[in-house]
């Protein structure tokens, strides 16, 4: 499977700070699709957003922005104006490629916003 | 309410035993999937079904099995074989077949090995 690396292990800001989260991913193919998930600490992970490698645009939904950049095959999510109940970790995946099922995740990163 | 709901919640196994955890989803999901979390890991995928009756290992199938006798249900079994099997389950559906769309996840499993 193809790797994503999400670098940032762990990070803490103060409520209405804007925090980007980092995801580089690898690829060998030409169609692929992005993700992202939230998982508070109920476990649960929650479906964010879904992007196929042929749309670069970016994405805003309220708070949260998606920067898709193939040339340097990342894509970053963005909290603005963050607030505590965005504490979570953050996992960006991709389809593994190969024509396999599934997702590869990233690690995680651990998102703690200080009231 | 539609969802993927995951039983129990937490489990105890002693060493040698194994155990089965539920997954059912009343979404009319054709896929799902079986993925193992680890503490400060991403999740790992242990199994896939794509329909009834058939499914294909992900990158940690060993010491796992899996059955999909019925659409709605895709149970996991960790047996004696699975050297650490203290994790976090989680089972996940997506509405089709084929690789890419948006995989949607339950709630998850705490197997704890004592």
């Known amino acids: 499977a193809q790797k994503v690396t999400q670098a940032q292990t762990e990070i803490s800001v103060v409520e209405k700070e804007d925090v980007t989260l980092d995801c580089v991913y690898e690829?060998?193919?030409?169609?692929?699709?992005l993700f992202w998930y939230k998982q508070p600490p109920s476990g649960e992970l929650v479906f964010l957003i879904r992007?196929?490698?042929?749309?670069?645009q970016n994405e805003i939904s309220g708070r949260y922005s998606w920067n898709f950049q193939k040339s340097t095959s990342s894509f970053n999510f963005t909290i603005t104006a963050s607030q505590v109940v965005d504490s979570a970790v953050y996992f960006c995946?991709?389809?593994?490629?190969?024509?396999?099922?599934?997702?590869?995740f990233g690690k995680g990163t651990h998102l703690i916003i200080q009231p | 309410d539609g969802g993927i709901t995951q039983s129990p919640k937490y489990l105890f196994r002693k060493e040698g035993q194994n155990v089965t955890l539920s997954c059912e989803q009343n979404l009319n999901h054709d896929a799902m999937y079986w993925y193992r979390q680890d503490p400060g890991q991403g999740l790992r995928l242990i199994y896939y079904s794509q329909i009834v009756n058939d499914f294909q290992k992900g990158d940690i199938a060993e010491g796992y099995s899996v059955s999909r006798e019925k659409k709605e249900s895709f149970p996991l079994t960790v047996t004696s074989a699975q050297k650490n099997p203290t994790a976090f389950y989680l089972c996940a559906s997506s509405g089709q077949r084929t690789t890419g769309n948006t995989i949607y996840f339950g709630e998850g499993s705490w197997l704890t090995v004592v």
């Open positions: 992007r196929n490698s042929f749309d670069e």
């Open positions: 690829t060998r193919d030409t169609t692929y699709y």
């Open positions: 995946a991709r389809t593994p490629g190969g024509g396999a099922d599934g997702l590869t």
